[in-house]
C-alpha cells in the first residue's frame, strides 16, 4: 500500500475523509503509533460527534485515553447536559488526578 500525504491547499486541511455509514479516516499499525497528530497552535486532535462520544479510547493492557500538559489540563471535559468527564474501572481507579 502506498504512502499518503496531505498538503492544505487553503481549505483548511492536508488529508480529509468521510463515511455515510462507516470510518472517514482510520490509521492502524502492528508495531507503532496508529494516528499522530501534532500541532502547535491549536489542538492537536478535536473530535465532535452530535449524538456519541467526541473521543472514545480503549486498550486491552493500557490506558484507553491518555493526556499530558505541561502548562493546562491533561484531560478535560465539558457537558452542558450530563457528565463532563467520567470514569469506571473493575479493579484500579475509576479516575485519577
Not at 481549505?11 to 475523509?17: K, L, S
Not at 499499525?29 to 478535536?46: E, K, L, M, R, W
Amino acid at each position: 500500500m502506498g504512502h499518503v500525504d496531505g498538503d492544505d491547499d487553503g481549505i483548511g486541511y492536508g488529508v480529509g475523509g468521510s463515511s455515510t455509514h462507516g470510518i472517514g479516516v482510520a490509521g492502524g499499525s502492528a508495531s507503532g503509533i496508529g494516528v499522530f497528530d501534532t500541532s502547535y497552535i491549536n489542538a492537536g486532535v478535536y473530535a465532535y460527534s452530535y449524538y456519541d462520544f467526541g473521543v472514545r479510547g480503549g486498550s486491552y493492557s493500557r490506558d484507553g485515553v491518555y493526556g499530558e500538559s505541561r502548562s493546562g489540563y491533561g484531560v478535560y471535559g465539558e457537558s452542558d447536559r450530563w457528565i463532563g468527564v467520567y470514569g469506571e474501572s473493575t479493579i484500579g481507579y475509576g479516575m485519577y488526578g
